[in-house]
């Protein structure tokens, strides 16, 4: 239960948002949503150690611009269910949860936006199910091959990566960033963003849904199975939906190497470098982040439209 009861929480949800859960099979997620019921579906995937309101600064432009968003809390976080057991958090298990909800909200297919963690379950969800995906923006993070071969042959790579080797101990992991009221958990943002990023309020907020029965668990489960529940091999590592890549040069975890090799998987792709900014770009550059998912996906829109208009009578 949150601390503030029913007082306004001083890291509020932003306007026009309304949250409901999805039963969906072997779990329930949290979702939230906003923007006219009959818009284009777009779903928005939180990363590590975030929940849907990581995309505070993305959901009202997006649903401004005539979109149904569609931000779930993904398996392990805040209101979503956390089961037990690593083989629920594998990559596989993940994308068919994307699948999964889009069948509940009866869209064939629908644009997907994903950072960190969920960045990497969208470029999965692309690959397994490219006729589920109509476009993909990804967000600091790299195609999964490619990341894979980086923590096998790039020494600077394994050195950004050490904290997962940390997430795989048992419950240590947990016990530091919930101690000192979550301070080490508090200090993930601090210590990978620029100064002022995150309010204190905001990192309460985080911290709030963090500190849910189970939480961290089911958190850190996804860097556990990600090392000793690896996803089946696909046909093939090419991504065939179109993709927009934005990424802050100043990443501190994944370095600016990976993003050329993932775009050479992708069938058609544009990317956008921001050289003054880091892993948090859609809170170190919200206006930046807005305007190009909005291109992206008007561009996608009109291309709908045009299609639609060749079809004949």
């Known amino acids: 239960m949150s601390p503030y ?26 979702v939230a949503e906003a923007g006219p019921p ?4 777009v779903l928005l995937l939180h990363g590590f150690p975030e929940f849907w309101w990581g995309w505070r600064r993305q959901i009202p432009a997006l649903a401004a611009a005539g979109s149904r968003v569609i931000a779930p809390d993904q398996r392990g976080y805040n209101l979503s269910d956390k089961p037990r057991g690593l ?4 990559l596989d298990r993940l994308a068919e949860d994307v699948v999964a909800l889009l069948d509940s909200l009866g869209a064939a297919r ?9 960045a990497a379950v969208a470029w999965w969800t692309a690959i397994r199910f490219p006729e589920r995906v109509e476009r993909l923006a990804i967000l600091n993070v790299p ?6 071969r980086a923590l096998r042959s790039d020494p600077e790579q394994r050195r950004k990566s050490r904290y997962m080797a ?28 620029r100064p002022g990023v995150f309010s204190e309020a905001e990192l309460d907020r985080y911290a709030e849904a963090a500190a849910r029965p189970g939480a961290l668990r089911g958190m850190l489960a ?8 690896p996803p089946q091999r696909p046909e093939s590592i090419r991504v065939e939906p179109p993709v927009l890549m934005l990424w802050g040069l100043a990443d501190v975890a994944l370095g600016p190497a990976l993003v050329d090799p993932s775009a050479a998987l992708c069938r058609e792709v544009e990317v956008v470098r921001f050289p003054d900014s880091g892993h948090w770009l859609p809170h170190e550059q919200p206006s930046a982040v807005n305007e190009r998912l909005l291109g992206f996906l008007d561009d996608y829109s009109s291309k709908s439209s045009r299609r639609e208009r060749k079809l004949p009578e």
């Open 166 to 193: 940390y997430f795989q101990l048992p419950w240590l992991p947990e016990r530091k960033l919930a101690a000192g009221g979550f301070r080490g958990f508090r200090a993930i943002f601090r210590r990978s963003s």
């Open 5 to 30: 009861g029913e007082r306004p929480h001083p890291a509020p949800d932003p306007p026009g948002v309304h949250t409901r859960f999805v039963d969906l099979p072997g779990v329930r997620l949290h």
């Open 87 to 90: 083989s629920a958090y594998s």
């Open 38 to 41: 009959d818009g284009p579906p």
């Open 222 to 229: 996804w860097y556990r199975a990600a090392l000793r529940r």
């Open 110 to 118: 629908a644009p997907i936006v994903g950072h960190d963690w969920g």
């Open 143 to 148: 195609h999964p091959a490619v990341l894979r």
